[in-house]
């Protein structure tokens, strides 16, 4: 982390356009000016990360009061109710989510996680983690998913983490979501018995070892979005399977 100062460090939904403003702009410096991503109502000119879903999802939001308030990290979280009136989830563009949909629990959506370049590796990520634990208490969510990134659309160049997930870390058959065609692509490439497991740990983002420590599961197959510049995976956590030590790694009471 290389901010010059000790960051005060709080935690809200988005509160207003301009709240939504900052969270977006703050998409827009990762996922397309560091990443380069695109999307067709991203807004270059004022740099802002947007889609068609950001009105029907509340948006968590990190700020840093030390900095005077400045927007450092943020989550969105789209309910069912939510989902309902938006006509999908956002992840149903990659995935068939009929598994999900059909245990009739509670379902919240997550996605366009990051964090300010300067803030990371410290305890941003805890923050809004504890914050995300807060809504799935408030709103009673039994299941969690969405989906998570890998940088780049070469899929054999991960082929040792994708293989990992799906030999190691598949969802049950109740929860597994497929990924849809004509992006779908197998993550079955190595066989178990000669996944180097270090190295594909060494692959792996933070966000999916984060949902992995925590029980998460993937779904079947990943899908490649080449707008994004991502090879994605879908991925689930059941919050009546956390166990308790899990909980603790994030200070979690879900």
Not at 7 to 29: H, K, T
Request: hydrophobic fraction near 40%; charged fraction near 25%.
């Amino acid at each position: 982390m290389t901010v010059p100062h000790d960051p005060e460090f709080r935690v809200s939904l988005a509160n207003g356009a301009d709240e939504l403003r900052a969270a977006q702009r703050l998409r827009y410096d990762v996922f397309v000016a560091e990443l380069g991503g695109g999307g067709p109502l991203v807004d270059h000119d004022a740099r802002l990360e947007r889609d068609r879903f950001d009105p029907f999802f509340d948006h968590l939001i990190l700020h840093d009061d030390a900095a005077g308030g400045q927007v450092v990290g943020v989550y969105r979280m789209l309910r069912s109710e939510k989902a309902d009136v938006a006509g999908a989830f956002y992840s149903e563009e990659e995935y068939d989510l009929a598994p999900l949909k059909a245990t009739g629990r509670r379902l919240l959506e997550l996605g366009r996680s990051c964090v300010h370049v300067d803030y990371r590796g410290g305890r941003a990520m805890y923050h809004l983690w504890n914050g995300l634990a807060e809504y799935i208490t408030t709103h009673e969510i039994e299941i969690m998913f969405g989906v998570a990134s890998f940088h780049g659309t070469d899929v054999a160049a991960l082929a040792e983490p994708m293989s990992l997930l799906h030999h190691r870390h598949l969802a049950p058959e109740d929860l597994r979501v497929t990924a849809r065609p004509p992006h779908a692509t197998s993550m079955n490439l190595i066989p178990e018995d000669r996944i180097d497991r270090r190295a594909a740990m060494v692959q792996m983002p933070a966000l999916i070892k984060a949902y992995l420590r925590l029980g998460g599961v993937v779904g079947q197959g990943a899908y490649v979005d080449h707008s994004f510049n991502t090879t994605d995976v879908c991925l689930i956590l059941d919050t009546n399977a956390l166990s308790e030590r899990q909980k603790r790694i994030y200070g979690a009471d879900i």
